[in-house]
């Protein structure tokens, strides 16, 4: 074993047994045990080219980074554009999380980083790449600067002439933008890691002017479960709409974060079980929804249940003596200062929607000014849709929630009162340096 | 891309500094927010091309870019996701 477990406890994040089934291992692995775990990886006579993305459209994956594109359809979009173009493609397993909540994607590259690497290796030959790199956070705390010398162990132990693909590690700032794809590519390119303004996509061209897939590590590993196991083990989870296993991290109460593995279509309320009373639950991440605690109560784990998408997988209870535009001032701020600051509309607009509702998170100050509502939503009207990436659009997804779900409480901090009375922040939002 | 092409004004808005020029030239197609930057609203009408080339020349930015008017190539189920940026 590595020397490197004895830190596995420095990571905020505990694996919930009764959810694993196989999917992820409970302690990490090195490549030996990996192969005993979960089977060989299919060498390439057995998994001629075109098969791997069949299976991928069959098993109907979609990107578990946020967005939830499907991957059978980038798949087709960098190929088509490799050979428009005669450029061979390059490759990029995304484990930026960049999301301070969000914890499943480092979870799955410290327990299971031979998954992400078999994923990239398989994605590399489907697509004939000669690029093939994972990206994730550089040195952060909570020891995942940890996770960096653990991957490249994991690295150092594969055959490349055998894997037939080499794979970069690159290692990018952790900032929340950071692992947006444009971003991505322009800090692999040693750019200055800002989305810039392109006519031509990331998978047309992305990585030193190649065709790029870039795919979320969780994606990326799916794909090595799909060729051992086949599209139809995939299709047995979730749902026909969003098949497929899925990693969630977990907030519920006071316990420290969780990463669970799931799926869509499971009930959600079981993984906030030990959360007691609830006011809401914020789903998705911190460009996701919050939803009301009524709605919670019942929903099932799907788009359509939940009016929101699962996006990367954050589950967020908030209990009931929090007060919910409080906690969502404080993300809101935390965003408006990860903004990259180069588009107007977002470097103008979010840090005054923050200033708003943190004057209607206090009860005083929005009795006093009736105009804030109104004002928060004028501007997330001039805010939205008008950025090179989807941080504002994002950022004003996440408002809007907040102003219906949390309507009630608005009246009442109208009326000079707070129903929550613990206005402590429930997630993560680190004061970081200002780049600029 | 031939002159009689359809096109969509659209904003760098990385380069855009909301000088303003663009609304005072294309006053039916470009407002201004309250910060200055241009809303720009609905398809090009054909009678205002020459103007928007003008508005594109005269951006002090150069953040003013005509291009092909968008096709619906992609299936926009998720509003999100087809937009470019994304996290994979």
Known sequence: ????????????????????NGVLPSRPLNHAEHRAYYGVLPAPDRL????????????????????????????VSVSGAARARRIAPAIVANGCEGEPASHKDKHLLWLAPHLVLDGLVLLGRELRATRAVLAVEAGAPNGRGDLVRRLREAL???DVRQDGVRIELAEVPGRFIAGESAALVSTLDGGPGLPPYSELSVRESGVGGAPTLVQNVETVAQVAL?????????????????????????????????????????????????AGPIDAVLVGGYHGSW???????????????????LGA????ALPADRCGLAETAHIVRYLALESAGQCGPCLNGLPRIAAALEQLADPHQAARDRGLLERIERWCGMVEGRGLCHHPDGSVRLVRSALMTFRTEIAAHHAGQCTGGDRRPLLPAPA???VH | MRDNAPRDLSVDWAACQGHGLCAELLP????????GYPIVSGPLSPAAAKRARRAVADCPALALKLRAAEQQVTIRSNPAAARSAHRG
């Open chain 1, 226 to 274: 799909i060729a051992r196991y086949g599209p139809d083990w995939f299709r047995d989870y979730g749902t026909a709409a969003e098949p497929g296993p899925q990693l969630f991290t977990v907030y519920s109460g006071r316990q420290r974060p969780r990463v669970v593995h799931s799926a869509a279509g499971a009930a959600l309320a079981p993984l906030i079980a030990d």
């Open chain 1, 313 to 316: 997988g954050l589950i967020a």
């Open chain 1, 1 to 20: 074993m590595t020397a490197t477990d004895n830190r596995t406890e420095t990571l905020v994040i505990e694996p919930q047994q009764a959810q694993g």
């Open chain 1, 48 to 75: 001629p080219l075109g098969e791997l993305a069949s299976m991928i459209g069959h098993a109907g994956v979609r990107g578990r980074g946020g967005a939830g594109f499907p991957l059978y359809r980038k798949l």
């Open chain 1, 432 to 434: 970081r340096e200002l």
């Open chain 1, 291 to 309: 939803i009301p605690a009524p709605l919670a109560r019942h929903a099932r784990l799907t788009e359509a249940d939940l009016g929101a998408p």
């Open chain 2, 28 to 35: 039916d197609h470009i407002t201004l927010d309250d910060w």
């Open chain 1, 156 to 158: 150092n132990e594969r």
